[in-house]
């Protein structure tokens, strides 16, 4: 049982790795980053059905976050899309499956895209994508897309949710989000060092409450 304090402390955390752009512009792709949240796949074909792009990605094999998925990530997402919106075309449903972390989904899914169409890939034809990610990973999906491929616009738009239903969601799974918030700033601060993600200025506040959970 975690004191009022280290809640407080991890909210502020969750608040800064829960990042969301101000305003959503159409882009050329929804991608959305594998877990075992099912939030991820129907929010993603709610953008669509919005009309903010046209072609869905979904990425993401077994890995640290499937949790007790008996597939794969982004196997597991396209059929959560399927029962929500049945009318999304096959032909606008992208699936990777094999990648393992981050760098992983953002990596395989441009070899990916390259074997479909040359010409609509990370490197030559998408200028604009939307990510779509569980919440606590929102900043370093963002701060990874930043360092791999910087010419191209990542907008932010996490599903809506709260540090409670997400708490409540990870406690389903036997899993302590506070921990894994922790976790998350650590690579924050040690990734950028390995090139795996851009740098990132963290706000005083936030690495105030980071140590104390420490």
């Known amino acids: 049982m975690y004191s009022e304090e280290t809640i407080r402390n991890a909210k502020n955390i969750f608040d800064y790795l829960n990042t969301r752009d101000k305003k959503l512009n159409k882009a050329d792709i ?14 993603c074909g709610q953008l669509y ?8 990605l979904f990425t993401g094999g077994k890995g640290a976050g499937s949790a007790d998925l008996q597939v794969a990530e982004g196997m597991a997402f396209k059929k959560e899309l399927k029962k929500a919106y049945a009318e999304i075309p096959e032909n606008c449903i992208i699936v990777e499956s ?19 169409d040359p010409d609509f890939c990370f490197q030559n034809g998408i200028h604009t994508a939307i990510a779509v990610a569980c919440a606590y990973r929102q900043k370093r999906v963002w701060l990874c897309m930043k360092k791999l491929y910087p010419a191209i616009v990542v ?12 708490e409540a969601l990870f406690c389903s799974k036997n899993q ?12 924050i601060q040690t990734y950028p060092e390995k090139g795996f993600i851009a740098e990132e200025n963290i706000p005083v506040d936030v690495m105030t409450a980071y140590r104390s959970l420490l």
Do not use: V
């Open 30 to 43: 929804i991608i959305g980053f594998g877990h075992f949240d099912m939030k991820i796949p129907r929010y």
């Open 49 to 56: 059905m919005g009309g903010y792009a046209t072609k869905i």
């Open 98 to 116: 094999e990648s393992a972390n981050t760098s992983e989904n953002i990596q395989y899914s441009e070899n990916m895209l390259k074997t479909i």
């Open 155 to 166: 907008l932010n738009e996490p599903p809506y949710t709260t540090f409670e239903e997400e």
């Open 176 to 187: 302590d989000l506070i921990s894994l918030l922790r976790g998350e700033l650590e690579r």
